[in-house]
């Protein structure tokens, strides 16, 4: 799904001819303290003048339950007792069979890490870590053709981070959905987003491939934007003589010391 | 400074014993469900014990809690933990005006704070206008306004970006030499930068820090393991300069 905001304003927030573009099939970071903004007009959640379209429809004309908008988890969160309610509530606006629903909860579940005995927790009883699961997998439940998720490993335990990470680039690769991640973590972003789009003051600061959005070192800085920890290696070693612009992966990294160290050694 | 001697709570502490030292930076790193909010609701007197947090030579009970309680400060990890004031500066008076504090001290200890944590050009702003990182960051300047000897620090550095995390930590590990004494309860390695001392929390039993694959590491932390496994390097850095400088020498 491509989605164009076209000449959008919003009063409230000072929003002024908005423009920006987001690519079908890639995963695209939101950085910037109001990111949640894009979230809240794609979802209709917040008034504006304007278009947005997706893939050349008006969203006024779309079905808003082919997005799914992953949140970080409140109080407000999940609205009844039980984990099986919870993905009941949601079958209310699906057309589908009971065995076939239940089908795709366990799947969805599984997907995530849990099992089917989760169905009957109270949703009281879980941990962050596991109520956030829950949240992904409720996300997921709609197959929805746009995924938007907020700080997607905040609260989220080591054990299930690779895990996570794995169902994004699947859903992305395996499953053509389009995706947007909502961070405030430039590692994350470097490291899971295709492209990127950057906000201050609720405006565009700028927009494009993330890889190279992040080259600019000084317009970044000046900006105040933290850059990922490995690109800050990256440099600190270059200062030291040494070349390693391109190794783009922490094992590419490890390997790059390794035969280094030892060609020094051999000196 | 803090002393919690034979805690038994709920058949999960079980004859729990912890020594804070004055004037440390300690870290307890546990995953989800290790204990550590119901140890920060115990230290802060929401779960109610006699006689077995010690602070500052105050033993908590009912008769003593209000005076014990001057003495901490505590951020909590609720969700959504509400800010009461519209402003800033509202907020970081309403704790002072509490304990009576009369205005001309309240306004030098507000200047002062701010001018330390450099947030004076944020006094005046609604709290809705700023970003979650410095929210945080000011939940945790809210919570030793009042000068407490000890701070508690459930998970509150979660949200922060790097550049508010570290200076934070900077910042509190500085207040030490003034008397201040940080307990910092988290699951991000990141935090134990400066600490003095770190013990890892599993199911409600305290052991020294060794590695653990539980905790996400940093970039520099799982670059340093990698190479250590290699036996590269000897030791694990946490730190990116000490890391490239044992490197190349």
């Known amino acids: 799904m491509e989605i164009k905001f076209m000449n959008i304003y919003n009063k409230k927030y000072k929003i002024k001819k908005l423009n920006l573009k987001i690519l079908n099939n890639k995963i695209t970071g939101i950085l910037g303290d109001t990111n949640n903004l894009i979230a809240n007009l794609l979802t209709n959640n917040l008034d504006y003048k304007g278009i947005i379209m997706f893939d050349n429809l008006n969203i006024l004309g779309y079905d808003l339950n082919k997005i799914s908008y992953i949140k970080k988890i409140d109080r407000n969160t999940f609205l009844t007792k039980l984990v099986s309610d919870e993905f009941y509530l949601k079958k209310k606006n699906i057309d589908i069979k009971d065995t076939i629903y239940l089908e795709k909860i366990i799947s969805s579940l599984r997907m995530v890490g849990l099992d089917d005995n989760y169905l009957k927790r109270e949703i009281r009883t879980l941990s962050k870590s596991e109520a956030r699961l829950l949240e992904i997998a409720l996300g997921l439940i709609k197959n929805p053709e746009l995924i938007i998720i907020e700080e997607p490993f905040l609260y989220l335990d080591n054990k299930y981070y690779y895990n996570i990470q794995k169902i994004i680039k699947d859903l992305k690769e395996k499953y053509d959905k389009t995706i947007i991640i909502l961070s405030q973590d430039t590692n994350l972003l470097y490291e899971l987003t295709d492209n990127l789009i950057i906000l201050s003051n609720n405006q565009v600061l700028v927009s494009g491939k993330t890889k190279v959005i992040f080259k600019d070192k000084e317009f970044l800085t000046n900006k105040n934007i933290n850059l990922p920890d490995i690109l800050l290696f990256k440099e600190l070693v270059s200062n030291k003589g040494i070349d390693f612009s391109n190794l783009n992966t922490i094992d590419e990294i490890v390997k790059g010391v390794v035969e280094n160290v030892q060609e020094n050694n051999s000196d | ?249």
Not at chain 2, 163 to 185: E, P, Q
Request: proline residues 2%; hydrophobic residues 40%; neutral net charge.
């Open chain 2, 1 to 249: 400074m803090l002393s919690i001697n034979n805690l038994n709570y709920k058949n999960l502490y079980n004859d729990f014993n912890l020594e804070i030292p004055k004037n440390n930076f300690i870290t307890i790193l546990g995953t989800n469900r290790s204990g550590k909010t119901i140890l920060t609701k115990i230290i802060s007197g929401i779960i109610p014990t006699t006689d077995t947090c010690i602070l500052d030579n105050i033993s908590l009970n009912k008769n003593t809690v209000l005076t014990y309680l001057t003495k901490l400060g505590v951020v909590s990890n609720d969700f959504n933990q509400e800010f009461l004031f519209k402003k800033v500066k509202e907020e970081l008076a309403y704790p002072l005006l509490n304990l009576g504090y009369p205005e001309a001290k309240l306004n030098k200890r507000i200047k002062d704070i701010s001018k330390y944590f450099e947030i004076e050009d944020l006094l005046n702003k609604n709290i809705e206008d700023l970003s979650i990182s410095k929210r945080k960051l000011l939940l945790i300047i809210i919570s030793i306004i009042h000068e407490p000897r000890l701070v508690v620090l459930d998970d509150a550095f979660l949200e922060m970006n790097k550049s508010d995390k570290y200076f934070m930590i900077n910042k509190l590990n500085n207040l030490k030499k003034k008397g201040l004494t940080i307990l910092n309860l988290t699951s991000d390695i990141e935090t134990t930068i400066t600490s003095d001392k770190i013990y890892i929390l599993d199911n409600f039993n305290l052991e020294d820090y060794k590695e653990d694959s539980r905790f996400k590491e940093s970039f520099i932390i799982q670059l340093s393991n990698k190479l250590k496994e290699l036996e590269v390097t000897s030791q694990t850095y946490f730190n990116m300069e000490d890391l490239v400088g044992a490197l190349w020498k």
